[in-house]
Each structure stands twice: as C-alpha cells, then as structure tokens.
C-alpha cells in the first residue's frame, strides 16, 4: 500500500525502521509510523526479477562472421571505419530500435539511438 506524503505530495513507501514499520516518503524523506496511518502490515521487497526475453544479448566471436559490416561509423576508441552491427527494440515498440556496432579492428562495442 502506498499513500500520498502531507507535505509534499511524494510517494510513500513501506520501511522498516529499528524493526517498526513506517512510511517514508521517496522525496522529502518524512516518516509517518505505519500502525498510526492504518497499515497493518506490509512486505518490503527489493528483488527485481527479468523475463527471458527482457535479457541482453551478447555475441561472441564466433557470430561475427554472420553479422553485417558497415563502413558508414567511426569508432570512439580507435578511430577505425569499419564495424559489425545490428539492431534490438530496446526501448517501447513505438520507437526506433537501437543500433550496436562493434569495431572489427579493436573489438570495441558502442550503441546508437536513432
């Protein structure tokens, strides 16, 4: 359960403070003891879990072959023209997808929003 903070309009979120339960605002930081504001009982959790397809891709070297190259970048790092790349939606659906590359000469890897 969340509320709203009396005096700034912050989001209040469970904590556990010297084994009391309180409600502590995320923006200013004031606390309100939970049993006080009605809350009963409440379940901090931090753990943050990712689907499958949620995952980075990571290719190693083997894959390279298969990849396309692309003479159009320049590479941060060393300078060279000449790249690897590909495409992944990271971000919503409704933008463009983010470009990676992959120099063929240092094997530095960068990304690219479009």
């Known amino acids: 359960m969340s509320r709203l903070c ?3 309009g912050g989001l209040m979120r469970p904590q ?3 084994g009391k339960p309180y409600l502590v605002c995320t923006r200013c930081g004031y606390r309100l003891e939970a049993e006080a504001s009605g809350v009963r009982e409440f379940k901090v959790s931090t753990r943050i879990e990712h689907r499958p397809d949620e995952k980075t891709l990571v290719l190693k ?3 390279e072959a298969n990849l396309p190259v692309t003479r159009e970048v320049t590479c941060p790092k060393c300078g060279w023209h000449e790249a690897y790349y590909w495409m ?3 971000r919503a659906a409704d933008e463009p997808p983010t470009r990676f590359f992959k120099c063929t000469r240092c094997g530095h890897t960068w990304r690219e929003y479009a």
Request: charged letters at 35%.
């Open 6 to 8: 009396p005096k700034c």
């Open 16 to 18: 556990r403070i010297d």
């Open 61 to 63: 070297s083997e894959n």
């Open 88 to 90: 992944l939606q990271t």
